[in-house]
């Protein structure tokens, strides 16, 4: 599932709203920081590609920021949107002397890559799935979703928050642009008359209705919408508790008996899950430079590896990506009071290195704000001798 975009974590110090709508490639995110630098106390409410470009729109917006931000888009067509190189607007061809077809700006090396290049096949299975489909993925994939769902050009509406049967019906016809009846089919029913084709009902964060009644009126709806009557009804529940999503699908009680359940793998999880990739990275490590590993083993390990130093590469997460242990070290204040341990506070240490920190040192005594510093400084010393290590055995991997 691979997903290029730029994300709120990305952007700790900008003023991002509620709602914000993140649809720019993290080739841009050197740009997007830029931007956010000089876009003060307006709140952002989309950063997105528009025609090739980088579009940040704000509210409110003066003359002055509109220019700047206008300035930066000019410059973010000569930047690939997927890796941050030289780039240039590419458009599929011409039709009445005006460029048509799929623009982007992009270099040599992506020009088919697609800021969400995950989504085409799912969207097939989508369309395919009349009984409903489970997805093991990151929270955020529901939203990836549904906007390219959107703009596949099918009805969607995404079901976000709230558990309550209200919220769930109002949502549902908000974003279908129809008013809402007392229950979630009779609302869908009237959606379907009215629309003509079939509508795509997207689940976030899906297992917190296992056992809602709002599952049970989701399947209710589906198999009066997938009725002659009517013009169907797909439905995808995405969730991050695989154990969850296969009781939702699997137990022969439940509402979506019989659904099937898409499990991403580690790797296309760890290109949009910090967390995902750092534990790939651990484990890899683990394995790689044990002597108790087989050399298929440790080949194995040794390739997840390179996929990981790819992906970091490729797709960087966190303010501090790019920093070295060296400049990490000088950026975390160490805590010294008397009669204690000198500690650091996890608070202060900026991502990737805190989830890094933290899988690395998982059994290791803690105070409750932190961890002792000489425990952080092993970390920091290890990190590079491993790398080190890493990279000699990658190199000899090219031999294996
Ligand atoms: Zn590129």
Redesign the pocket.
């Known amino acids: 599932m691979f997903n290029f975009y730029i994300s709120a974590c990305d952007l700790p110090a900008a003023k991002l709203a509620a709602d914000v709508r993140l649809y720019a490639g993290r080739?841009w995110l050197a740009l997007v920081r830029e931007a956010t630098a000089i876009i003060g106390d307006s709140e952002i409410m989309a950063i997105r590609e528009d025609a090739g470009a980088l579009r940040i729109e704000l509210t409110p917006s003066t003359p002055e920021q509109r220019s700047a931000l206008h300035e930066i888009e000019e410059r973010s067509l000569r930047i690939?949107e997927?890796?941050?190189?030289r780039?240039k607007l590419r458009y599929e061809g011409m039709n009445n002397g005006r460029r048509a077809g799929w623009h982007r700006t992009?270099?040599e090396?992506?020009v088919n890559?697609r800021t969400s290049s995950v989504v085409p096949p799912i969207l097939d299975q989508i369309a395919n799935t009349c009984s409903g489909l489970f997805i093991h993925a990151p929270a955020a994939t529901a939203q990836v979703i549904a906007d390219a769902l959107r703009a596949a050009g099918k009805p969607v509406a995404v079901l976000i928050e709230s558990d309550k049967m209200e919220t769930a019906i109002y949502q549902v016809a908000i974003q279908l642009k129809i008013s809402e009846l007392h229950t979630l089919p009779a609302t869908l029913e009237q959606a379907s008359t009215k629309l003509g084709k079939p509508i795509y009902l997207v689940v976030e964060r899906a297992e917190r209705f296992e056992r809602s009644e709002i599952t049970y009126a989701l399947k209710s709806a589906r198999d009066s919408l997938n009725s002659s009557e009517f013009f169907g009804l797909r439905i995808v529940f995405v969730g991050t508790d695989f154990t969850a999503l296969r009781r939702m699908a699997r137990l022969s009680s439940a509402a979506f008996f019989g659904a099937d359940v898409l499990d991403s793998s580690p790797e296309e999880r760890s290109v949009f899950d910090l967390a995902e990739r750092e534990q790939m990275r651990r484990d890899g490590l683990r394995i790689a430079l044990s002597h108790r590993s087989s050399t298929q083993e440790r080949r194995v390990a040794l390739l997840d590896l390179a996929t990981v130093l790819r992906l970091d590469r490729e797709v960087p997460f966190g303010t501090a990506a790019h920093l070295s242990t060296e400049e990490i070290r000088g950026l975390v204040p160490v805590i010294v009071r008397e009669g204690r341990i000198p500690y650091v506070r996890d608070a202060d240490i900026p991502e990737p290195w805190a989830r890094r920190f933290g899988i690395a040192s998982i059994g290791s005594t803690r105070v409750l704000a932190g961890a002792y510093v000489h425990d952080w400084e092993n970390f920091l010393r290890l990190w590079d001798e491993e790398h080190v290590r890493l990279i000699d055995a990658l190199e000899n991997l090219e031999d294996v």
Do not use: K, L, N, S
Request: with cysteine; hydrophobic share 10%.
């Open positions: 080739g690939c997927i890796c941050g190189e780039g992009r270099c090396r992506h890559t």
